[in-house]
């Protein structure tokens, strides 16, 4: 069952020539398993879901469904198309997937009403729980309060990834979600706004650096979620160097480098994304993991 937690936003490792790395696949699934997670995202931006294939993607989440059985997978299946948008859902289904999660249409920049439009619409066919997912950083348009409110209505859109960055705004969802659908889910979509979106009443994160230390994120949202926001604090504070280091370029550029440095499988990045600038290098040999 879908619920609040720690859910790793998985990358997808790569061979060098530029194939998908299987085993390593399978490997950071055990990994993820290991460090007690509550759940998976396939397919979302750190997955570099633009450069896979419909044929990559239905391998990788065959191997996931057949690997994990004790937690969630939920698979990115937003598009800048509401049509398309049902296909991938339904296709997400028929492959195993226990929830989706819904980027905001990116590039033609619906209207408010074009979004309340495409989610709704959406969801009233849906065959999963659908999770919501605000990022105005990569997709030009915010879903504001009042739209969310009217989403708030729709029993099969079960929460949100907030990555808006903005603390005013999170705040105000918080509100209005605690005003009318306690249940509804709010995760966090930044990795260093963990520890006050959940001071907030937020329940959770998607979280990029738990490809890398799942356990070390899983204390910090177990902490928060007893309350014992002083330890929770230090933890975060612990692991921010690493938020940092995490973003000094494009996700997932710089978590895939840190990551290869662990020896965890993780590859280059595909194409249009380039591999970490060489000045970023030292500054992430820096980090302690």
């Given amino acids: ?14 061979k060098k020539g530029g194939e998908i790395d299987e085993e390593g696949f399978a490997a950071n699934l055990s990994f993820q398993i290991e460090g007690g997670v509550d759940g998976l995202v396939l397919f979302g931006t750190t997955g570099e879901s633009p450069t896979l294939s419909s044929e990559e993607k239905t391998t990788l989440l065959t191997l996931a469904r057949e690997k994990i059985t004790s937690i969630p997978l939920i698979i990115g299946c937003g598009t800048y198309s509401t049509e398309e948008t049902a296909k991938n859902l339904a296709w997400a ?13 990116y590039y033609n920049k619906p209207t408010q009403e074009g979004l309340y439009h495409h989610f709704s619409t959406l969801a009233k066919n849906s065959p999963l729980p659908i999770i919501l997912y605000n ?4 997709t030009g348009v915010n879903i504001n309060v009042s739209t969310l409110v009217r989403l708030l209505e729709i029993p099969k859109i079960i929460g949100i990834k907030e990555a808006s960055g903005n603390i005013d705004q999170m ?21 260093a706004l963990t520890f006050p979106t959940m001071a907030l009443g937020g329940n959770g994160i998607v979280s990029v650096v738990s490809n890398l230390v799942p356990k070390k994120m899983k204390e910090l949202v177990d902490l928060c979620s007893s309350g014992d926001y002083l330890k929770a604090r230090s933890v975060h504070e ?11 370029e494009t996700n997932p550029i710089p978590i895939k480098a840190i990551m290869q440095l662990a020896g965890i499988p993780s590859g280059p990045p595909r194409p ?5 600038s060489p000045q970023y290098l030292e500054k992430i040999k820096q980090v302690s993991l």
């Fill in 238 to 248: 612990e692991l921010l160097p690493l938020f940092r280091a995490a973003f000094l």
């Fill in 171 to 191: 705040s105000d969802f918080l509100y209005e979600i605690g005003k009318r659908r306690e249940e509804f889910l709010f995760l966090a979509g930044d990795d």
């Fill in 1 to 14: 069952m879908i619920g609040s937690g720690l859910y790793t936003a998985l990358i997808t490792p790569f």
């Fill in 272 to 276: 249009p994304l380039s591999p970490l």
């Fill in 93 to 105: 289904k028929e492959h195993g997937a226990d929830g989706a999660l819904l980027v905001s249409p």
């Fill in 135 to 138: 990022i105005q950083g990569r």
